[in-house]
């Protein structure tokens, strides 16, 4: 069977695909009474939007959300929240040649092994289209928990990572790389606009922080912060490696240089480092949570590479139509969105152990 919803309490399940008429997300588990419009969800939406700048898809969709329940007079009625993005904008001729041939890379022949046949216009499900209805549920995660401040931006792109000695907070909103480091937004335009160029496309790293996050959160073994973190980001379209804080920088540190020293402090422990990212055995300690995600360069190019078609034989396939060169930079705030989405399952989740 297919698993199409991610949570425990707080539950969303995300439906649609890329070239269908629209696509969108049921939250359940929302307590009521919260206030929520589609004014509150909007503004994610359109950090995420395609066709922003030219360094990212050219696909234009305005990705309107719609509430259609779950909301009344202003707020969360403790029903499923059904939220509705329509797409107006597909170009499905633009894959007749992936209906004939596997995309190496993407999830074309993983499909078909699985289910026996596929939607090739854009990928279908496997698309990152989808990721607009996760940002959708995720603006509803985050009116659940408005004490928590989730910040992501793009640390790499194509390897040429920023200088965090020059980290400007207000830079992250003023550049189309979600970059804190000006003059590597400068550099990123460059490696960009070489690949798009070329019919090809660079990888990226984003980092997240969420401040804000009270010590308690989370649970031993098999309901872990990190581990349920780990496995929103990775279910991301692309994403193919993550770290909580130092993550494998860790194997290289020694016992005393990996420990997170505590002393006295006027509401608790005052940390003197922050090697594990804001968890410890699972469990919130209240620094930042802090993650990185790994974004493979996108898998639909203009580049010829060879393949096989659905009977076996060689092929060569240069997938048209309208891709990111770098599909991290709209991961940002899908990042974001499931970052918070974990975070308010989990707060609910000591809510009703703990109180």
Not at 142 to 148: D, L
Not at 149 to 172: P, T
Request: charged share 20%; glycine share 12%; aromatic share 8%.
């Amino acid at each position: 069977m297919s698993f199409n919803t991610f949570g425990r309490l707080f539950r969303f399940t995300t439906w649609g695909e890329s070239h269908g008429p629209a696509l969108g997300a049921v939250v359940d588990g929302c307590p009521p009474g919260i206030p929520l419009a589609e004014a509150d969800i909007q503004p994610w939406l359109d950090k995420r939007r395609p066709g922003t700048s030219r360094f990212t898809t050219q696909r234009r969709e305005p990705d309107q959300v719609r509430i259609l329940s779950g909301v009344f007079e202003g707020r969360t009625t403790g029903t499923p929240i059904s939220l509705m993005i329509e797409n107006v904008d597909q170009r499905s001729k633009d894959y007749s040649d992936v209906a004939k041939a596997y995309r190496p890379g993407h999830a074309d022949y993983a499909y078909d092994a699985k289910y026996g046949f596929r939607d090739y216009r854009g990928g279908g499900r496997s698309s990152a289209r989808e990721t607009a209805a996760r940002v959708a549920a995720g603006a509803v995660a985050r009116a659940v928990i408005p004490r928590v401040r989730i910040r992501a931006w793009v640390e790499a792109i194509g390897g040429d990572a920023i200088d965090y000695a020059a980290f400007d907070d207000a830079q992250i909103d003023a550049n189309p790389f979600f970059c804190p480091d000006a003059a590597a937004a400068q550099r990123w335009e460059t490696i960009v606009d070489a690949a798009r160029k070329a019919g090809s496309s660079v990888g990226a790293v984003v980092a997240c922080e969420a401040t804000g996050v009270p010590a308690g959160w989370g649970a031993p073994l098999y309901a872990k912060l990190d581990s349920e973190l780990a496995a929103a980001c990775m279910s991301i379209n692309a994403v193919k490696g993550i770290e909580i804080g130092d993550g494998f920088a860790a194997a290289a540190l020694t016992g005393e240089q990996n420990a997170d020293p505590m002393r006295p402090g006027a509401d608790g422990p005052h940390f003197l480092a922050n090697h594990a990212g804001g968890i410890a055995g699972g469990i919130a300690t209240g620094q930042p949570i802090r993650l990185r995600c790994a974004f493979k360069p996108t898998s639909s190019i203009l580049t010829p590479v060879e393949t096989i078609d659905r009977d076996g034989a060689a092929a060569e396939i240069a997938t048209k139509g309208r891709h990111d060169p770098c599909v991290g930079i709209r991961g940002v705030p899908v990042v974001e969105a499931m970052v918070a989405l974990v975070l308010a399952d989990q707060a609910l989740l000591h809510r009703g152990q703990c109180g």
